[in-house]
């Protein structure tokens, strides 16, 4: 799906999305009286790092430092582990 297309999904034109890293998304999230968040799955992130030219290493803690770990206020992405690899090594 698009930005767009989550954004209309959402109803929300309030969605945070990390630069370059629209392949990694697998959803929205919402927690209880808060708003939507954009969700991605943490391998397809490190993967999306790899494409851009990172080994897995980088990858990983490029995106455990500048990533993952950036608050942005309450709509800030959620970042998901979903078990589907433990290593996706290019």
Known sequence: MTRE?????????????????????????????????????VDRVYRAFQDQGMDYDDAVEWAQVNTFGA??????????ETGSSQKSQK
């Open 71 to 80: 608050w942005v206020g309450e709509r800030t992405p959620m970042w998901v």
């Open 5 to 41: 297309e989550w954004v209309e999904l959402a109803g929300d034109g309030e969605l945070l999305f990390a630069d370059g890293l629209d392949a990694a998304i697998i959803g929205l999230g919402s927690r209880c009286g808060q708003a939507a968040v954009v969700v991605y799955d």
